[in-house]
């Protein structure tokens, strides 16, 4: 995943790569129970939500693109950001379901 971080023209500044999404347990808690994904009925709903949990999101999109700075957000467009943390969200769901069952407990 690559974050873009735009300037006042419009052109590419900076790119910022994720790192691998490893999160914690914690920080996937804070992510479902910030983003409510199971109620959301379209994009407007999770723009709002993104919105009113701003300070949170960026403290766990920082830990997946530790190369973001705090006034590089202010450069990111919101049609690309929506979708990262989806994926986001996606990935660390995706790893939880890897984690293998052992049958004797």
Do not use: H
Request: hydrophobic share 45%.
């Amino acid at each position: 995943m690559i974050l873009n971080v735009y300037g006042k023209n419009k052109e590419i500044v900076k790119k910022c790569e994720a790192k691998e999404i490893d999160l914690m347990y914690g920080t996937v808690r804070s992510l479902m129970k910030l983003l409510k994904v199971d109620k959301m009925k379209d994009t407007f709903e999770l723009l709002d939500v993104m919105c009113e949990a701003w300070e949170e999101l960026t403290v766990i999109l920082e830990d997946v693109f530790p190369d973001m700075e705090e006034e590089d957000w202010n450069g990111v467009k919101v049609a690309e950001l929506l979708p990262i943390i989806l994926d986001v969200f996606k990935s660390s769901f995706s790893q939880i379901l890897t984690i293998p069952k052992d049958a004797k407990n």
